[in-house]
């Protein structure tokens, strides 16, 4: 079983940055597709980026794109979300997630609890 722990929320102004880490523990994740989803309130949760086992391969939602960056460590079996120019509107609990495969689209088959990110105006 993979295990996986969020950190890096908080509170921030618009225009501020915030990098979200996810730990990964119970096994390596190092041959794992992993992704981050956000859920706002009263919305559903929602696709953000995606990254293939070795960092070759990367997808990201449109509002994501150019101001998100996924990253991993293998080494630290971590997974990373740097956050630039962020919104009000990304205000939201934010998921980490990891599949089995190497590459997936969506990775899904294990998730982390969340953290809070909250962008004030």
């Known amino acids: 079983q993979v295990q996986l722990v969020e950190s890096g929320g908080g509170l921030v102004q618009a225009g501020g940055s915030l990098r979200l880490s996810c730990a990964a523990s119970?096994?390596?994740?190092?041959?794992?597709?992993m992704g981050w989803y956000r859920q706002a309130p009263g919305k559903e949760r929602e696709f953000v980026a995606a990254?293939?086992?070795?960092?070759?391969?990367?997808e990201y939602a449109d509002y994501a794109r150019g101001r998100f960056t996924i990253s991993r460590d293998n080494a630290k079996n971590t997974l990373y979300l740097q956050m630039n120019s962020l919104k009000p509107e990304d205000t939201a609990v934010y998921y980490c997630?990891?599949?089995?495969?190497?590459?997936?689209?969506?990775?899904?088959?294990?998730w982390g609890q969340g953290t809070q990110v909250t962008v004030s105006s």
């Open positions: 997630a990891a599949s089995s495969a190497r590459i997936a689209n969506r990775p899904g088959d294990y």
């Open positions: 119970g096994r390596t994740v190092s041959t794992y597709a």
């Open positions: 990254i293939s086992w070795n960092a070759g391969y990367a």
